[in-house]
């Protein structure tokens, strides 16, 4: 049972990781969008909702689920960012 537990935290913590970086990718279309080369803005706006629900699910159920909320937080503001920087 301990080796599942620890195989589950490890995995979290990964998943994490990656979710961030997902989102971090955001920031170079941010920076194109700044300059003048538009992104499509749909894309990223949906993922900020999509993060804000997966947060507020993650810290609402009754054993907060904390690689999910902070998997999803950057979401919710690169999202909102790069949506807001592609419209022109």
């Known amino acids: 049972m301990k080796e599942e537990t620890r195989f589950i935290q490890i995995l979290g913590r990964i998943a994490t990781v990656l979710s961030v970086l997902m989102y971090v990718s955001y920031v170079p279309q941010i920076i194109s969008n700044l300059n003048g ?20 699910y993650a810290y609402f159920k009754m054993n907060r689920d904390w690689p999910v909320f902070f998997a999803n937080l950057p979401g919710i503001f690169l999202g909102i960012i790069t949506f807001v920087t592609a419209l022109h």
């Open 37 to 56: 080369q538009y992104g499509n803005p749909i894309q990223p706006l949906v993922a900020a909702i999509n993060c804000l629900f997966w947060c507020v």
